[in-house]
T-cell receptor
Framework: NAGVTQTPKFQVLKTGQSMTLQCAQD?????MSWYRQDPGMGLRLIHY???????DQGEVPNGYNVSRSTTEDFPLRLLSAAPSQTSVYFC???????????FGEGSRLTVL | AQSVTQPDIHITVSEGASLELRCNYS??????LFWYVQSPGQGLQLLLK??????LVQGIKGFEAEFKRSQSSFNLRKPSVHWSDAAEYFC?????????????FGKGTMLLVSP
């Protein structure tokens, strides 16, 4: 069982570059979300989706875009990377919003 | 809006000793409550969850937690800690059966296990 799969696991960017973090789940979950984890800050919600074609902003959405064209995939786009976006990013999915979350293994992003 | 407080940033416990990690939440109705564990370099794994019913919840790896509505708490316990339990632990609150919102996480408690 793959569960939630994130790629890449590690990425180094230069300021101003763009990139996409990929997230896929094979559990047919309607709800998907992206978090960033920074030391001492816990997990902060970036964007989430309650189904294909429906996305919404979380606590820290600035600098990130998302789309949900299929139930399985929920990519996170950084349009112009900044050093403040250096973080570990987690994708998570759930049968429904507010229910048990299943997490990917994380993507560590460094912006120079 | 819901919120979660984990008062202890770090806790050090001797191997074989008992453990209690504190979690307090703020939510107007009956919440869903979760404890997750994160080993270094890994994602978050669910330890246990409370949705309804018995307020003492058993989880994986010998952990348990007790929901105390009067204290708005959901503390995590383990009778005897093993060195492999060293990790970061996150408490989370969800909206419960009558709500519709995302999970809110605490800032985490780092557990260190001394020999």
């Amino acid at each position: 069982n793959a569960g939630v799969t994130q790629t890449p696991k590690f990425q180094v960017l230069k300021t101003g570059q763009s990139m996409t973090l990929q997230c896929a789940q094979d559990m047919n979950h309607e709800y998907m979300s992206w978090y960033r984890q920074d030391p001492g800050m816990g997990l902060r919600l970036i964007h989430y989706s309650v189904g294909a074609g429906i996305t919404d902003q979380g606590e820290v959405p600035n600098g990130y875009n998302v789309s949900r064209s299929t139930t399985e995939d929920f990519p996170l786009r950084l349009l112009s990377a900044a050093p403040s976006q250096t973080s570990v990013y987690f994708c998570a999915s759930s049968y429904e919003m507010g229910g048990e979350l299943f997490f990917g293994e994380g993507s560590r992003l460094t912006v120079l | 809006a819901q919120s979660v407080t984990q008062p202890d940033i770090h806790i050090t416990v001797s191997e074989g000793a008992s453990l209690e990690l504190r979690c307090n939440y703020s939510y107007g109705a009956t919440p869903y409550l979760f404890w997750y564990v994160q080993s270094p370099g890994q994602g978050l794994q669910l330890l246990l969850k409370y949705f309804s019913g018995d307020t003492l919840v058993q989880g994986i790896k010998g952990f348990e937690a007790e929901f105390k509505r009067s204290q708005s708490s959901f503390n995590l316990r383990k009778p005897s800690v093993h060195w492999s339990d060293a990790a970061e632990y996150f408490c989370a609150v969800g909206p419960g059966p009558s709500g519709y919102s995302t999970l809110t996480f605490g800032k985490g408690t780092m557990l260190l296990v001394s020999p």
